[in-house]
């Protein structure tokens, strides 16, 4: 049963890089018919999708974050990244990483990691 | 960009009660729409895909009706371990606001 899981510091300074890593166990990184995403959700709001990576290193970004966003994949470690730089309160929030399943007639974020919440401040 | 508008906002019904939930887009979408419940403190499970597509191992009382613009999600027997906020999800990119739903 594959799993994700999210790593990374829970309290970043105003201004700096947010760095998070999602390792997948259970399963390839690489098999099948998917794509890993982030998503976050502040406190009490809703989901907000950030972006998604293909294995082959394709990447489609949120255009309200896309300036500031860069997800990266590590085949080899089976884990995927990501790095929101400049970022303020405004970016404090549960991040979550979760895989999506897409073929030619369906996409839909069906495993999710648990969770792990990021607070920025100074 | 699409927007997906979801109501309500918060519902609350008796165990037992039929309850229904409602996501436009402001364009056609085709069936391109997946319903999503989250408990509180836990992620978001998928429940339907493609907008009537139960996920394998979801209780049958989760069903989900709807394409192009208007679409529908539906409990048909309220149980207690349903308390949840729901949100359908255009995807990847747009979540409907979602919708909190009680126990009265």
């Known amino acids: 049963q594959v799993q994700l899981q999210e790593s990374g510091p829970g309290l970043v300074k105003p201004s700096q890089t947010l760095s998070l890593t999602c390792t997948v166990s259970?399963?390839?990184?690489?098999?099948?018919?998917?794509?890993w995403s982030w998503i976050r959700q502040p406190a009490g709001k809703g989901l907000e999708w950030i972006g998604r990576?293909?294995?082959?290193?394709?990447?489609n970004y949120n255009p309200s974050l896309k300036s500031r966003v860069t997800i990266s994949v590590d085949t080899s470690k089976n884990q995927f990244s990501l790095k929101l730089s400049s970022v303020t309160a405004a970016d404090t929030a549960v991040y979550y990483c979760a895989r999506g399943r897409r073929d030619s007639s369906s996409d839909a974020f069906d495993i999710w990691g648990q969770g792990t919440m990021v607070t920025v401040s100074s | 960009d699409i927007q997906m508008t979801q109501s309500p906002s918060s519902l609350s019904a008796s165990v037992g009660d039929r309850v229904t939930i409602t996501c436009q887009a402001s364009q056609d979408i085709s069936n391109y729409l997946n319903w999503y419940q989250q408990k509180p403190g836990k992620a978001p499970k998928l429940l339907i895909y493609?907008?009537?597509n139960l996920e394998t191992g979801v209780p049958s009382r989760f069903s989900g009706s709807g394409s192009g613009t208007d679409f529908t999600f539906t409990i048909s027997s309220l149980q207690p371990e349903d308390i949840a906020t729901y949100y359908c999800?255009?995807?990847?990119?747009?979540f409907g606001g979602g919708t909190k739903v009680e126990i009265k």
């Open positions: 990576i293909y294995t082959s290193g394709s990447t």
């Open positions: 493609d907008a009537s």
């Open positions: 999800q255009q995807p990847p990119l747009t």
């Open positions: 259970g399963g390839s990184i690489s098999s099948g018919s998917y794509y």
